[in-house]
């Protein structure tokens, strides 16, 4: 039985993930279905935290929207996920950011990681 789920598990999985981290800042291109037409929406945000491995991988993506900060989590390997890109790489020192819910304005930020 338990070589079955992986096998099923192992079918999901997406052949190329993007690479990004913790406090990166991202533009997520998820498709929108509304009725009967698809479009692509695009979510761009601070990565709060990512969990889960195998085809449960989701990550959660932060912004500011008028004011209202919007958290959206999604699967990594979903097929509504269509792309992930990295708009700026963020120098963080732990695994989850959840004191930037707190955070208003300019110290809601992450510092940019310089190479």
């Known amino acids: 039985m338990n070589e079955i789920i992986k096998n099923i598990e192992a079918a999901q999985l997406k052949q190329e993930v993007p690479q990004f981290n913790v406090g990166d800042t991202v533009r997520v291109s ?3 279905k509304e009725g009967n037409r698809e479009r692509v929406q695009v979510f761009e945000g601070t990565v709060l935290k990512k969990q889960g491995g195998s085809n449960r991988a989701t990550f959660t993506v932060r912004k ?12 990594l390997h979903s097929p509504n996920v269509v792309k992930v ?7 963080v020192r732990r695994a989850k950011l ?3 819910r707190t955070r208003v304005g300019k ?3 992450v510092k940019e990681l310089v190479k």
């Open 107 to 109: 110290a809601a930020k």
């Open 30 to 32: 998820a498709m929108i």
């Open 85 to 91: 890109e990295v708009v700026r790489k963020g120098k």
């Open 64 to 75: 500011n929207s008028n004011g209202v900060g919007v958290e959206k989590t999604w699967p």
């Open 98 to 100: 959840n004191y930037l």
